[in-house]
């Protein structure tokens, strides 16, 4: 089964890479001439183009350019042209055709994007409600919160407006979900482990790998989508495959381990979203909307594990020290 799950995740990330690598609709003569024509007559007094003070307030609070106007208006014409040429809707700069609500880019994975980070909230405050702040791994969940918060705000950026800057903290904020999941799974190992100096070790170099990446990718503003589509893929499988193999040793024992093994499967098959690309329904709704709304919810069962797994530890912390 694990290598199903493998191979899904791969096929999510290649076509997440495939996706923003080409594109046929703006490479089209009709959207060509059309934009060229609109850059002439709007927007030739400019230097490249790039003037914004005649557009809507709303257009210049997020940077739309003159020139990027001209092409969400060239766009319009040019689906209708292909569908009615009977070819199908096509991308254009790498991404499918959708319409602006508040000059939002793509509205619906915005606001899926805020009830993911609004989910990470709420849960979080119900965790410190049920668990003391004494019980381990309380530091660790307000950790991986922020973490979460923090991608999921950068994903609600992102898909307000595309800039490479907020791309780049879009991969960053993603990547970052990933790799704290894995080592999240690392740590959890060592608690009360015999071998909790070399758990402790990876944990390290999990961090490590963390800061260099960050860091090299936002000073140099480069991000190199193969390299970054790899270590996803690996560190994704690894951390699947870690919670999985982590679930059958103790689902009998600890039935609340349910509830993890329940995120996993559901995790592992929210990414048939990512998969199933589909031009976005009503201009609004594409597969990676979806995949954004359908993984807000998983968050209340994570936590819900959360609170169990550290009830779980208190108490094996207590038995310890009654041993001592």
């Known amino acids: ?15 997440v890479f495939n996706s923003a690598s080409g594109s046929t609709g703006d490479r089209s003569q009709m959207f060509y001439s059309c934009l060229q024509n609109c850059l002439t007559r ?13 557009l809507p307030l709303i257009s210049r609070v997020l940077q739309w350019t003159c020139a990027d106007e001209c092409k969400y208006l060239c766009m319009w014409p040019t689906v209708n042209w292909f569908i009615e040429a009977g070819i199908g809707v096509q991308q254009f700069y790498g991404k499918w055709p959708f319409i602006r609500f508040l000059g939002m880019q793509e509205p619906a994975a915005a606001l899926f994007s805020i009830l993911n980070l609004a989910g990470h909230v709420v849960m979080l405050k119900k965790f410190r409600k049920e668990v003391k702040p004494s019980a381990p791994f309380y530091s660790m969940t307000h950790l991986f919160c922020f973490v979460c918060c923090h991608a999921w705000l950068w994903s609600t ?3 307000i407006r595309d800039a490479r800057f907020t791309e780049i ?5 993603a990547f970052s979900m990933v790799l704290f999941s894995f080592y999240h799974f690392l740590f959890r190992l060592s608690a009360f482990g015999s071998h909790s100096s070399l758990y402790s070790f990876c944990c390290g170099v999990t961090i490590g790998f963390y ?4 860091s090299y990718t936002t ?17 994704g499988a690894a951390n699947i495959l870690g919670w999985s193999i982590w679930c059958i ?7 609340y381990v349910k509830q993890c093994a329940a995120f996993v499967a559901l995790l592992a098959f929210t990414t048939l979203f990512e998969v199933l690309d589909f031009p976005p329904l009503f201009w609004v709704f594409d597969a990676h909307a979806l995949w954004h709304l359908s993984t807000a919810p998983l968050a209340i069962l994570w936590y819900k594990f959360l609170i169990d797994d550290c009830h779980h530890m208190e108490g094996l912390k207590l038995d310890l020290e009654k041993v001592a």
Do not use: T, W
Not at 169 to 173: I, K, R, S, V
Not at 211 to 214: A, W
Not at 219 to 235: E, P, S
């Open 1 to 15: 089964m694990m290598r199903e799950v493998i191979a899904m995740i791969m096929l999510v990330f290649m076509a």
């Open 42 to 54: 709007n927007c030739s007094g400019s230097i490249l183009g790039n003037s914004n003070s005649q």
């Open 157 to 159: 950026i992102f898909h």
């Open 169 to 173: 903290m879009d991969y960053l904020g």
């Open 211 to 214: 800061f260099f990446y960050h």
């Open 219 to 235: 000073f140099f503003m480069k991000m190199d989508y193969g390299f970054n589509m790899l270590i996803n893929i690996a560190f």
């Open 249 to 255: 040793k103790y689902y009998k024992k600890r039935p």
